[in-house]
């Protein structure tokens, strides 16, 4: 969720002369990636990195909360509820990951519920703001036409005041036990999501993961597109991610077909699966690899993927990691390596399955998810 807050004021800005200020910034906004970070930015000319630094630190250190602007944006934050709720394959994720991480902030909606904005308030705001923004997990990033030294003297003077002492850690995000839910609601195709449990950050096997979801689900030369779309004409789309946290990982795949087509579509996708896990080909390693380092190239041209991967890494490995690094580590990546990853991932966690739509079909779809787990155990048992 990325959404721009141009109309914010603080103790030391009116609405009036923000609105100001963005004549001279781009895109200024918080965005809320789930379980990773909160990340506030912005993109300025050289000549306005003092301001644009200004504002970013005048947003986290003096919000004024002002009680009729609060009443104001939450109302927006439950039409974005409401329009959430509108977007099937928003609400079957949401229904995912709930059952992936139960009882858990990662499982829960970051837009929340109208119900818990009703209770929010400007001292509510404020202690979160006070207990978990703190200057130890900051990492302030910058790209483009910057002088670095400049930037650290202007980071220095303006985040100085913020409190030194780290935030409280959160407790572990945990995978759950897996399982099935099927959301009844009238609509034109059935929503099938899956997922499993995938790896950290830090986890040694991360690039070799990636390189299989690529290879399953990463585009149009991937298996289960040539198989599922192409030769069977079963969807639109479908596509698999991974998504690496601190602490847990997350391995997704997501379609939509015909209700009718769901048991087939479920059926096929994890015959695909487990098909692939062993007969991955040196040609499609390759491939995938390819398109990770033209990804990681590609990233190099905008300003704002640098200044945000350097970030994440900051975060994630205590330093900016090179780009010869990364790619060194994508080339260490081998067919053995990348069918190591995807045993461990078949193995790690039972599959979560959701489906959302109308029909017959979905329950029986949700079924053929268990194969993923059925299958390897037959072949534990041999």
């Known amino acids: 969720m990325a959404r721009a807050r141009n109309g914010l004021s603080t103790k030391s800005a009116s609405a009036t002369t923000m609105k100001f200020i963005s004549a001279v910034t781009t895109n200024t906004m918080c965005q809320l990636p ?10 300025t000319k050289k000549a306005d990195v003092p301001l644009a630094l200004d504002v970013l630190s005048d947003i986290l250190a003096n919000p004024s909360f002002v009680p009729d602007e609060l009443e104001r944006e939450k109302n927006v934050i439950v039409q974005e509820i409401g ?17 992936c991480y ?16 009703k209770r929010f308030d400007r001292d509510m705001l404020r202690s979160y703001l006070s207990t978990h923004y703190r200057a130890p997990d900051m990492v302030v990033a910058a790209a483009g036409a910057v002088d670095h030294a400049r930037v650290v003297e202007e980071v220095e003077a303006r985040f100085g005041s913020f409190d030194p002492t780290p935030a409280p850690k959160p407790e572990p995000a945990m995978f759950g036990k897996g ?17 499993l449990e995938g790896v950290p950050q830090t986890d040694l096997s991360l690039f070799s993961l990636q390189v299989f979801t690529n290879t399953l689900g990463g585009g149009m030369s991937s298996r289960l597109f040539q198989e599922v779309r192409e030769k069977r004409g079963l969807c639109y789309s ?12 997350f391995f997704g795949l997501y379609t939509g077909t015909d209700p009718a087509d769901a048991p087939e579509m479920m059926e096929v996708v994890v015959d695909v699966i487990n098909e692939a896990v062993e007969t991955l080909t040196e040609a499609e390693v390759a491939r995938a690899k390819a398109q990770m380092k033209a990804g990681l190239l590609m990233a190099l041209e905008s300003c704002s993927s640098r200044a945000e991967q350097l970030a994440r890494h900051i975060l994630a490995y205590g ?12 080339e260490e990546v081998s067919v053995e390596s990348t069918r190591n ?9 039972r599959p979560a399955v959701v489906a959302l739509g109308s029909g017959r079909g979905l329950d029986t779809a949700v079924s053929f998810a268990e194969g993923l ?6 072949a534990r048992l041999h």
């Open 373 to 378: 787990t059925r299958s390897k155990e037959r």
């Open 179 to 195: 399982g099935s839910r099927v959301v009844h609601r009238d609509l034109e195709q059935a929503h099938l999501t899956l997922a």
């Open 238 to 249: 479908i596509y698999t991610f991974h998504a690496p946290y601190t602490d847990t990982g």
């Open 34 to 43: 789930v379980a990773s970070f909160t990340m506030l930015a912005t993109g």
């Open 83 to 99: 329009a959430a709720q509108d977007t099937p394959d928003d609400v079957v994720f949401e229904h995912l990951n709930e059952l």
């Open 319 to 330: 330093r900016p990691q090179t780009l010869e690094e990364l790619i060194g580590r994508i």
């Open 102 to 117: 139960p009882e858990q902030p990662m499982g829960r909606s970051l837009l929340g519920t109208a119900k818990t904005l």
């Open 341 to 349: 990853a995807a045993r461990a991932l078949l193995t790690r966690s």
